[in-house]
């Protein structure tokens, strides 16, 4: 019989603004209903699920064209942050369902806060994320979350961050599909891209070790966030912005677990699953395979 583990925490944040195409807002509830639950309890965790934080729409506020909703996106993730932070504080872990992936905002927030800013950042995604206002080409700010939390565009510290997370501990995973500008910014920042080429040659059991090194050095917390667009999407095609040449399953799922077993983990969030582009609930599916197969590699990190 497995011991008992720490309490998870489901947060889920059902939205949709940070994007431009309609139905991430029913991600988590979607995952929930293809089995999270059931799988984590089986697998000796037990779970707590809260309230959904669901953004509030302000019909006063004028729509900036190069951050779209971004007021509204910033107070969500205010709470977001809150309840990461209130999880960790109670000892439980947070795994945060999304909703597009401008939840990553008060995610990362939530967790620097809880660890005084020693936190790095794994990041799977299809994009760089590491749009500002001033480069995106969409205003979408579910292409800005990186930039916004390590301080790329000075007009937005976002919620009440005392300071910037180091772009320099940040391992995005699996992108192919970054702007121009956005390339620069990265490079300029110092944020540590792996492409699929990268994986392609190198394994993702090497991948994955270098990304903990990098963001989990010298103690650091590591948010763990997966857009599951960075899985081909012939594998999962539920998503809003499919970009092909991507992860398959067998190596996304080992990579969780190699998260999960690593130990450094404070956080985890899941995002962008689209109920309204998938297949028979399939990428929903995929997506409890992945927390479960993390959760799974902490059971053997506790042993």
């Known amino acids: 019989m497995k011991a008992a583990q720490q309490i998870v925490e489901i947060i889920s944040v059902p939205t949709s603004l940070g994007g431009n195409v309609k139905g991430s807002e029913l991600g988590p509830s979607a995952i929930k209903k293809a089995g999270l639950m059931d799988s984590l309890r089986e697998i000796g965790f037990e779970v707590k699920e809260g309230e959904d934080i669901r953004p509030e729409i302000d019909a006063r506020c004028k729509i900036d064209p190069k951050a779209r909703h971004i007021n509204e996106i910033l107070m969500t993730d205010k709470i977001v942050a809150d309840a990461v932070h209130s999880a960790i504080k ?22 620097s806060r809880s660890f005084d800013n020693l936190v790095g950042i794994i990041y799977f995604d299809a994009h760089g994320d590491f749009n500002t206002p001033d480069t995106t080409p969409s205003g979408n700010v579910h292409g800005m ?45 110092g944020v540590h891209v792996i492409e699929m080429a990268d994986i392609k040659t190198c394994g993702i059991k090497k991948i994955i070790a270098e990304a903990i090194e990098i963001a989990g050095k010298n103690g650091r917390r590591v948010h763990l966030s997966v857009d599951i667009d960075v899985l081909d999407p012939s594998i999962a095609s539920g998503t809003g912005t499919p970009v092909s040449d991507g992860l398959d399953l067998t190596d996304m799922k080992s990579a969780m677990s190699l998260l999960g077993a690593s130990g450094c983990v404070g956080s985890f969030e899941l995002a962008e699953v689209n109920p309204l582009k998938d297949r028979d609930d399939t990428t929903a599916s995929i997506a409890v395979q992945l927390i479960k197969s993390f959760f799974d590699g902490r059971i053997v990190y506790k042993r």
């Open 90 to 111: 109670s000892k439980r872990f947070p795994l945060l369902l999304g909703g597009d992936h401008s939840i990553a905002i008060g995610s990362i927030v939530g967790l």
């Open 145 to 189: 979350p990186l930039a916004l939390v390590s301080g790329q565009y000075n007009k937005v510290l976002p919620l009440d961050m005392k300071k910037p997370i180091d772009p320099k501990n940040i391992v995005i995973i699996g992108a192919r599909d970054i702007d121009q500008e956005e390339k620069i910014l990265l490079k300029k920042a």
